[in-house]
């Protein structure tokens, strides 16, 4: 059994910072990639960034910039530093893990809400 823990989401003005966090909470746990995705209301589910276990990192376009991740291998954990942020930043935020192998894990989302 493998639980997605997350947090750092909040309320923030426009031009603020937020940092998330995601771990995976098994030990034996080798993890291909982690990676961030969010969903608006009414909007599909996108994936924001995401980094690999050699710290390869690709970035959704409106967000390069102004997030970085990083991540420690070896406590299964990922954070997003986000800054500069904008309303339309604003949506649920969900961590995803990728292991080596098929399986596919997701957090149960953390609210970023900006405001203008």
């Known amino acids: 059994q493998v639980q997605i823990v997350e947090s750092g989401g909040g309320l923030v003005q426009s031009g603020g910072s937020l940092k998330l966090s995601c771990t995976a909470s098994?030990?034996?746990?080798?993890?291909?990639?982690m990676a961030w995705y969010r969903q608006a209301p009414g909007k599909l589910r996108e994936l924001v960034a995401r980094?690999?276990?050699?710290?390869?990192?690709n970035y959704l376009e409106p967000v390069r910039g102004r997030f970085t991740l990083s991540r420690d291998n070896a406590k299964n954990t990922m954070w997003m530093q986000m800054n500069s942020l904008k309303p339309e930043d604003t949506a649920v935020y969900y961590c995803?893990?990728?292991?080596?192998?098929?399986?596919?894990?997701w957090g149960q989302g953390t609210q970023v809400t900006v405001s203008a």
């Open positions: 995803n893990v990728q292991p080596f192998g098929p399986e596919n894990y």
């Open positions: 098994r030990a034996d746990f080798e993890i291909y990639a």
């Open positions: 980094i690999t276990t050699y710290n390869v990192t």
